[in-house]
């Protein structure tokens, strides 16, 4: 089992639309979580981090954490065309400040 | 404005040769680290150093090796190179005592290895 998993898409939606992005994690004792977009060809940027269960919102962005679950997601909502990028979880495991990423979701809006 | 920047960012060269990626930041932040990109792979992290007189290896460092030279300057070398080596590599830094962990990415090298 992969530490970070991601399906890796693509995940298609039309314009308007909430894009819904998900990642599961296997250390139970993680503590901070991060999506980053990455346009192709470019490097990853940080859209949000989340530490607490429950919802983050940031403009038309919303992370939602269940550590329960081992489970954090990212929410897009009026989804644009510029929207489109490939999105990677990255987790911050118990021990040290290392982030361990996943293999990210690509996400293609349609116009 | 306070960067990460990273030299060359294209390069092709042949199996066996001894390949040097460098990467400098002005952003005075203490850690830096190195990941691969593979497709569908994400990013996996090579080496990290938390200051200059520290080196540790990530979860695929065989094949690869390391220099601090400075706060703001840390070498990733290819000692031999091999086609599976090509991929994408991105140099990333963090500042230790921030209060959110982010880590910023240069630009990228994109290695090829034929």
């Known amino acids: 089992q992969k530490e970070v998993e991601q399906n890796s898409g693509p995940l298609s939606v039309p314009e308007g639309a909430i894009a819904s992005l998900n990642c599961t994690y296997s250390?139970?004792?993680?503590?901070?979580f991060f999506w980053y977009r990455q346009y192709s060809g470019k490097s990853p940027e940080l859209i949000m981090f989340?530490?607490?269960?429950g919802d983050k919102e940031d403009g038309r962005f919303t992370a939602q954490l269940n550590k329960a679950s081992q489970y954090v997601s990212l929410l897009i909502r009026d989804s644009q065309p510029s929207d489109s990028a490939t999105y990677l979880c990255a987790v911050n495991k118990r021990a040290g400040n290392m982030l361990t990423f996943g293999g990210g979701t690509r996400l293609m809006v349609k116009p | 404005d306070a960067d990460v920047t990273q030299t060359p960012r294209n390069r092709i060269t042949k199996t066996g040769k001894r390949i040097m990626l460098e990467c400098s930041q002005t952003?005075?932040?203490?850690?830096m680290y190195w990941y691969r990109q593979d497709p569908g792979l994400g990013l996996r992290l090579i080496y990290y150093s938390f200051d200059v007189k520290d080196i540790n290896k990530g979860e695929i460092s065989d094949g690869y090796s390391v220099s601090r030279q400075a706060q703001a300057k840390f070498s990733l070398s290819l000692e031999s190179a091999i086609p599976n080596q090509t991929a994408l590599y991105f140099c990333?830094?963090?500042?230790?005592?921030?209060?959110?962990?982010?880590?910023?990415f240069g630009p990228g090298t994109r290695l090829t290895v034929l």
């Open positions: 990333a830094t963090s500042l230790g005592l921030a209060a959110v962990y982010e880590q910023f």
């Open positions: 989340i530490y607490s269960n």
């Open positions: 250390d139970r004792g993680s503590q901070s």
């Open positions: 952003k005075g932040h203490d850690r």
